[in-house]
């Protein structure tokens, strides 16, 4: 009889900072769980999401492709799926006789190949709601579908995608006052004017914060409650993996699409611009007897090198031209690192483009954006890593060089690829209503985006994908397209 094939559990977390788990050095612990699972596997120190947000990420997690090869590159992306030239992991799979399941993601263009689609409930709320059990309520559909799978006969991939630390950050006890239990509403304390006077986002996150709030610190220790929470209901989850006997024969891997910004560059509880806030994200694998255990490995990872890996891991081959590159050599030791410089999007709130190297960051807007923040931002990222000081008008040499590079690597995509870089055509990335194309000014782009509710950014992020999502659970039979969650 042949050997089964190996299964892959993959945890895809929406707006996880890797700095804000203390397994990356932060100094709440925040992730005592994830911390554990570390220890028996590989955990990747500078692993980066280059296409922000989340549209784009998860089109990179899942295919091994950049944005050239993809095309996606906008939140709000315009396009029922992905294009035909480009075969998704689930897809991948099936052709070796896996069952892939995906949670949590039904309905997003990336989410094309999966068998079988569940969805969980209230992943939105307002400060009426709270608190938000999002992993608990995962974890309740989860589980049973693991189950499942582990009594069948197929190898299996599960896709499980976690939303906890994204906003609204509303946290059950003990955890919303796990990291601050002091008065949000402080008379003293004025860290939050800049949301209250920030129209495009200030319904939005009043919704769902204390009334009153006056403490930015708060809304961060909720942040960091969030991450608590999901640390201990993946806990539950790995805790099962090992009950079912899956350990052994399993490649587990833990990655976030996006980082976020919490306090930072007056971006607001959200996840654009394109600064490392945004951009580090945690990579983990655990595989017992092909990972070794315990292993940081220091060299540079994105998303592309995701699935070249995963593939690697579980013994599928793959005919596939992958943008990204088997991490394998570097957690062996035989290569140090990826490429350490690389070229950088955003289509979330704001349209900017640059070039992120080991010392320097350009970020280059190709329209107005809404925060009036200048056209050309340039960070040395040893002297200034949190990326306060802009010295683009101080250092004009070494921006005219990174815009060298990054347009010399642009050229080279479109040559290789026959296609145009997306951010040049998506000009209508925002689906702004009444306004059609780039916006014309800062004042435009203020004026005319805009989150009213918990509802509205949910609608707003539904959006990323041509279809609606849907309680409902849906099936598609081997072989055909998956058919996409309808809400």
């Known amino acids: 009889m042949a050997k089964r094939k190996k299964n892959l559990i993959l945890f895809g977390v929406d707006s996880l900072w890797a700095d804000h788990m203390s397994g990356y050095g932060y100094d709440r612990m925040t992730t005592p769980n994830i911390d554990k699972f570390a220890t028996q596997g590989v955990l990747f120190e500078k692993n980066y999401s280059p296409h922000i947000p989340t549209t784009p990420a998860y089109a990179n997690m899942l295919s091994g492709m950049d944005c050239f090869s993809t095309q996606v590159v906008a939140l709000r992306h315009n396009a029922p799926s992905l294009t035909k030239d480009v075969t998704t992991l689930p897809e991948i799979l099936r052709k070796e006789g896996y069952e892939s399941i995906c949670v949590g993601f039904g309905g997003n263009i990336s989410s094309r190949g999966f068998d079988k ?44 995608r976690h939303m906890d630390p994204h906003a609204p950050y509303m946290p059950p006890p003990p955890y919303d006052t796990m990291f601050y239990s002091k008065d949000p509403c402080d008379p003293s304390k004025n860290s939050m004017d800049g949301v209250r006077n920030f129209k495009p986002f200030r319904d939005f996150h009043l919704s769902w914060m204390p009334p009153g709030i006056s403490d930015a610190d708060h809304v961060i220790a909720q942040y960091d409650g969030e991450v608590a929470y999901m640390d201990a209901c993946i806990q539950r989850l790995l805790t099962r993996i090992d009950e079912l006997g899956l350990a052994d024969d399993t490649l587990v891997v833990l990655n976030g699409d996006h980082g976020e910004t919490l306090a930072d560059h007056d971006c607001y509880f959200d996840h654009h611009g394109i600064y490392d806030c945004t951009l580090h994200v945690p990579l983990i694998m655990r595989m017992p007897g092909k990972l070794p255990e315990g292993k940081r490995i220091s060299g540079y990872t994105s998303h592309f090198d995701l699935v070249p890996t995963m593939l690697d891991l579980i013994g599928v081959k793959s005919k596939i031209k992958f943008d990204g590159r088997n991490m394998m050599p570097l957690v062996r030791g035989t290569r140090k690192t990826h490429e350490s410089e690389y070229y950088i999007t955003e289509c979330t709130w704001m349209r900017k483009h640059g070039w992120r190297t080991p010392e320097w960051k350009l970020i280059v807007a190709l329209e107005p954006d809404f925060h009036f923040k200048p056209e050309v931002e340039l960070y040395n990222l040893i002297q200034d890593p949190d990326e306060n000081v802009n010295l683009a008008k101080k250092e004009p040499e070494m921006v005219a060089m990174l815009r060298n590079r990054m347009e010399a690597w642009i050229a080279k995509r479109e040559k290789e690829t026959g296609k145009t870089n997306p951010m040049y055509t998506n000009l209508h990335w925002h689906r702004t209503k009444g306004y059609d194309g780039p916006f014309k000014s800062s004042e435009d782009a203020y004026n005319r985006m805009h989150i009213g509710s918990a509802a509205q950014a949910a609608r707003l992020q539904a959006k990323g994908s041509a279809a609606k999502q849907t309680k409902k659970t849906k099936k598609t039979k081997k072989g055909k397209k998956a058919k996409r969650a309808k809400k």
């Not at 307002?126 to 006969?153: C, F, H, M, Y």
């Open 117 to 160: 689609y569940v969805e969980y409930p209230r992943a939105w709320g307002s400060w009426d709601d709270r608190p938000l059990r999002k992993a608990e309520n995962l974890n309740d559909v989860t589980i049973p579908e693991l189950e499942r799978l582990a009594s069948g006969q197929k190898p299996f991939f599960l896709f499980i």
